[in-house]
């Protein structure tokens, strides 16, 4: 174990468990971000892959191909954190007001 680890788990023993729950949700935020940044560079190699195709060769593919080849590196984990429900809830999304039922 490395010595880093070892610091912070003596510091997970000396610490209340309302302060262990905020740690733990940071490193797990944390890590989550981890994974979208490399995401976002996985898939920008991608666009820059497609932008290198002829541009007849796009028109001539099913959107949902290309659609699938763009998120095909994208981990379960982050998908299943996406909405289900499409742009019906958009506001929501983007601005944060209420959601209409």
Do not use: C
């Amino acid at each position: 174990m490395t010595p880093i680890k070892e610091q912070l788990l003596q510091e997970i023993e000396r610490t209340p468990d309302n302060l262990i729950k905020e740690v733990l949700d940071f490193l797990q935020f944390v890590k989550t971000k981890q994974k979208r940044e490399q995401i976002l560079v996985e898939n920008d190699s991608d666009v820059k892959n497609m932008e290198e195709m002829d541009g007849e060769e796009l028109r001539d593919r099913p959107i949902w191909e290309l659609f699938e080849e763009f998120t095909e590196n994208i981990p379960e984990e982050i998908l299943a954190q996406l909405p289900t429900d499409g742009a019906e809830k958009h506001d929501y999304y983007i601005y944060g007001t209420p959601k209409k039922m």
